[in-house]
C-alpha cells in the first residue's frame, strides 16, 4: 500500500514521510525474517567436520552453544561449515563456545567463527588456558581483540537454559599423574531435557575418564569420545552410559564394526557417511 501512495503523493514532505515509512517497513521485515526462531524442541546437532569436533546445541529457550569446532589440519573449512549451518538456522550470534581440550581438531576453526559470528563467551577449563601451545594462544589473544572473555570451567558447573540443563565434568586433575595428557584432562558436556540426556565427551578416555562417568548416568544419546578410538570406547564406558544411540564424527569408519560390539544394540550414525546428524529431544521427551 505504501509504494502507490508514495506514487500518488505530490507535497513533497508528505513524499518523504511515506518513504520514511517504506524503509522503516522493509527493515522492520528483514529483521523479523532474519531473527532466529526458537525450537520447541532441544536440539544437537553433529557437523561433519571430517576427522574432528563441532557440534551445535540449540535450547527451547533460544540460546545456542557451539560444543568444540576444529578438523584435523582443516581448521578454516571446518569453521566455514559450522558458519554455514548457523546461519542457515538463522543465528547471527553464539551465546557461547565450549572447547573440551587443547587438541586442535576440536578448536582450530573457532578462530574463523570468532572472525564471522559475534561470541558472547568462550567456556573452557584451566588446562587449556594455560596450555604452551602457540594456536591455543592465538584463540586466547583473537578472544580478547574482539572483546570476547574467556570463562574457567570446573567440574560439577551447570547453567539452567530455560527447562534445559547443561553441565560439565572432569576428572580430578590431583588425582591424573603428572604426564597425563590433553585427551584425559577433556572436559565433558552433558545436555538434559525432558527426561533425556546427550553426552559430549570430547577426547576424554584413559586414566582420565576413571570415576567420571559412573555420575553421568545412562544417556540416550553419546558422541562417542576421541572418535571412536577403542582406547575411549571401553566395554566399562558402555556398561556405564548404555546409550540408544552413538554418533561417531571421523573421516572414515574405521572402527565401526568394534563399537557395535562394545555398544551392543546401541544405533551407530557415522558423519562421514550420512552428513550432519541432529537430535531432537521434544517437550514431551520424545526423541529423534
Same mark, same amino acid.
Given at each position: ?43 544437537? !546437532? ?26 584435523? @589440519? $582443516? ?16 543465528? $547471527? ?18 578462530? !574463523? ?12 577449563? $584451566?588446562?587449556?588456558? @594455560? ?5 591455543? %594462544?592465538?584463540?586466547? %589473544?583473537?578472544?580478547? +581483540? ?13 547453567? %539452567? ?18 604426564? +597425563? ?28 575418564? %576413571?570415576?567420571?562417568?559412573? /555420575?553421568?548416568?545412562? +544417556? ?8 571412536? /578410538? ?59
Amino acid at each position: 500500500m505504501l509504494v502507490p501512495a508514495i506514487l500518488l503523493i505530490r507535497w513533497r514532505p508528505l513524499k518523504r514521510i511515506a518513504v520514511l515509512c517504506l524503509y522503516g517497513a522493509i527493515l522492520a521485515a528483514f529483521r523479523t525474517a532474519t531473527q532466529p526462531v526458537p525450537p520447541c524442541d532441544l536440539r544437537c !546437532t553433529v557437523l561433519d567436520v571430517g576427522h574432528g569436533s563441532a557440534a551445535v546445541l540449540e535450547f527451547p529457550s533460544g540460546e545456542v552453544i557451539l560444543v568444540d569446532g576444529g578438523s584435523m @589440519n $582443516r581448521g578454516e573449512r571446518a569453521g566455514d561449515v559450522i558458519c554455514r549451518f548457523l546461519w542457515s538456522r538463522g543465528y $547471527r550470534r553464539l551465546n557461547a563456545v565450549f572447547i573440551s581440550h587443547a587438541d586442535a581438531d576440536h578448536y582450530n576453526a573457532v578462530p !574463523t567463527v570468532l572472525n564471522r559470528i559475534p561470541v558472547s563467551e568462550i567456556l573452557t577449563s $584451566r588446562e587449556f588456558v @594455560n596450555s604452551d601451545s602457540a594456536s591455543v %594462544q592465538s584463540v586466547i %589473544q583473537l578472544a580478547d +581483540a574482539a572483546g570476547t572473555p574467556v570463562r574457567i570451567l570446573s567440574s560439577g558447573d551447570w547453567a %539452567q537454559m530455560g527447562r534445559s540443563l547443561v553441565r560439565c565434568l572432569q576428572r580430578d586433575l590431583q588425582k591424573l599423574p603428572i604426564d +597425563a595428557d590433553d585427551n584425559e584432562k577433556s572436559l565433558i558436556v552433558i545436555a538434559e531435557h525432558a527426561g533425556r540426556r546427550i553426552v559430549l565427551p570430547g577426547d576424554l578416555e584413559g586414566r582420565g575418564s %576413571q570415576n567420571v562417568f559412573h /555420575s553421568v548416568g545412562p +544417556a540416550d544419546v553419546l558422541v562417542s569420545p576421541h572418535h571412536g /578410538s577403542p582406547t575411549a570406547n571401553t566395554p566399562e564406558l558402555a556398561a556405564q552410559l548404555s546409550p540408544d544411540s552413538l554418533i561417531l564424527s571421523a573421516r572414515r569408519p574405521a572402527n565401526a564394526d568394534r563399537l557395535r560390539k562394545v555398544f551392543g544394540n546401541a544405533v551407530i550414525y557415522h558423519t562421514s557417511e550420512i552428513g550432519a546428524v541432529s537430535v531432537s529431544i521434544a517437550p514431551n521427551g520424545h526423541l529423534s
